[in-house]
């Protein structure tokens, strides 16, 4: 038996093993949550666009430590090569989750690491290297990927030729909820390479018979006793082969090629008239299935051995016709793929808002071009192909879409530039002026500040004196120096009025002294207030000021940069779609070819025994009629 | 004639899907090496709109104005979340209607931006209405209002919703 399928169904089994993105604790980053909204979603373009930004953002700041993006590091970063890898982007991947790997994390995050790593190796048919990133996960691992690693680890050892080590790492798995119906098959695939023929048989026996509801499980099970039924009908032992055939359901994945091995294993033991009624059923089911087909052929062959002509020439007719349409269709579809159909109607972006858009896009009338669509999807290379493609043209779009924005950016730095230009001398010239008394007033409050500071540590009642104080004792004092001169009684008498003014004006002072502190100090501390609100106004000015000119000022050299980006990104895509495209429409005319070529000998052989059918039919009509 | 069909039909099993070898080896390589130059310009592509990320934040959404607010659920709330609309002082200001995939992210832990605009310095009212079902058949239709003030730096509100059985509201505010 060759290895072909088994190491495939390895890769097949690949996909469930991809984990959720998850982190752990309390979200405290509202913009590492937005990542994972749109990587819940699937969307990991828009999930990776967040979080590179918000991680170089974090990355530059000077104190990261009070960025909340601190609280959840090790997971964002994590995270990023989570979601490279399922935008698949290994490179890129590859690179963060070994910068993971190499910096101060915890040892179940590097483990996780590690084991992702060795995902992307074995992606890659890197097994050596996905080997040696298994082996650097050590200490505890998280628990939702123990079992993942495992089978990973068993897949790496059957593509490595090791299937003795990989049966070690299966019978581990046996019990467990996620790879238990997988771990059974794949140990009956290491037995079986690994030589050991009845412990492959005994183990494929028992995997196919797991009690289980899941549908992907019910699919392995079937695959279990395909497999088995088949070696057996292969080694000739047909009365063996038929029970384990008989297993497999009739409405799965498998039941086609089940039915058909049915047949022979039937007509092999001479049960003829029991081969008959699986390839009856095959028969009648869809045509495009190459084991269908084969299946309209043997019928009539089986008829034929039961001597019942006339039944074998009609259902050889009817066969001849259907692999006649067949073959019409193949021609259409070969044809609406040359003239470039194929991949218009992939990208129709309408159509891939439904999950199950492939099975839609087959159905759809008047499109020839993807009416085999699943049986192409069924080879990797052309999977790896389709899902480039649709992603180049994603990024087509999204290209196209932002080239519109960079014109509504130019427009809108335009309007603003326009709009502010001929206002802001004005409003400059105004600023200055009020700058300049705002200057003014904060000395002058400064200044108020600083004599009241005097003034509790030093009283001088003078400097509370109101003005009409300050007038009188102005004036007083010019008096008394007036009078000095003078040596006359009444020169004395009005020095002597003038004194007791004085010290009256100076008994005021004295007594309101500390009222007047108290009451300077109150005005002054109002006055604090208001001069706050002038700042946070003077403030608020001035950011506005700067935010009109950041409004429109330092965008065109990189709106033009980007714009430049975009354009020369959009041809790269174009060059790489049609490289893509051309390789795809390659493969699939290829591959509808071949069904030709099988169909049209198929019809070759039908022709060949619909009209022996017909003489045998004639020969025995004509021995019934003899006398 | 059954053994030729017979032979066929296990080489159908073994290497089945059936495609044409020469195709698979023709476009192996090729595709390797596409591969390759596609994920290089997804790689390009991002940085492209990381940059005009920023550049679009910072023409449309200036620090000193803007205003972010998003969505999340509870831990381990299951109701259905049907649509959520957001008032910012009495206007309304968005509303979204929930797919099963959004409402599947936001229960798994994901945090919806479900608006991004501007609003000045000072104190405004943020109006929060949910619409949805509860596990056991009950709709859910509460509104809620919360004051909130802006400063110069960029402002985020975090709306955490949850469908209660009880009369205690089940908006939750919270400043970022």
Redesign the interface.
Known sequence: ??R??FSGIGLLLFACLAT?P??GGE?KD?YF??A???????HF?EA???L??EV?LHDALDEPELD?LHYHIDDAEFSLGDFELR??????AGRAIKAVLEGAVDEVIRNDAAYRLARIHFQKSQMADAMRALERIDGEIPASIRDDIEFLRANVYLAQGKPADAVGALKRLQDSDTFGGFAAYNLGIAYLQDGQQEAALTQLDRAGQIASDDPAELAIMDKSN?VLG?ML??AGEYDKAIPFLNRVRLDGPFSN?AL??SG?AN?STGELERAVVPWSILAEREVTD??TQ?AM??LP?AYGQLSVYGRAAISYGRALDSFSAEVDKLNASIESIREGKFLQALVREEIRKDKDWVIRLRSLPETPETYYLM?LL??H??Q??LQ?YL??AD?RR??VA?QT?FDS?DE??DIRYDHYEPLLPDVDNQFREFDSRMRLRIEQHKMLVQRRDDLLTAPRPEFLATPDEQAVLEQIENIETRLQGFDTLAADSAMQRARRLKGLLSWTLETQYHERLTTFDRNLRGLDEVMAVAQKQYD?YV?ARQ?AT??YVG?EK??ER?RA??GQ?VD??DL?MA??GR?LE??AI??L??RRGRLENYGD?ARF?LADSYDRATQSQARRDEP | MSSLIRNLTLLLLVSSPAASIVAQELSGNDTRSLDGQVQEIKSDVLNIASELGVLEERLLYPSNTQLAVFVSMADDETFRLDSVQIEINGEPATHHIYSFKELEALQKGGVQRIYTGNVVTGEHEIGVTMIGKLKNGKDVNQSNSFVFAKGVKPKALGITLAGQESGKSGIQVGDW
């Not at chain 1, 935008?87 to 890129?92: A, Q």
């Open positions: 038996m060759s072909a399928p959720s998850c982190i979200l509202l949550g937005e994972l909204f749109y990587a819940h979603q699937g373009f990776l666009e967040r590179d930004t170089k909340t935008y698949r982007m290994h490179h890129r395909l088949t009908l292969d090629q058909l091995s022979w007509m190459p084991a084969e052929l043997a062959y049986e069924a080879t290379d052309f790896t192909g480039n992603d180049l990024l999204k290209l932002w924005s950016f809108m730095v608020q950011r935010a950041h409004s965008y990189p709106i980007l980006q975009a990104a790269k895509i790489l490289r893509q390789l390659v493969v290829e591959e070819v071949a052989k025994a």
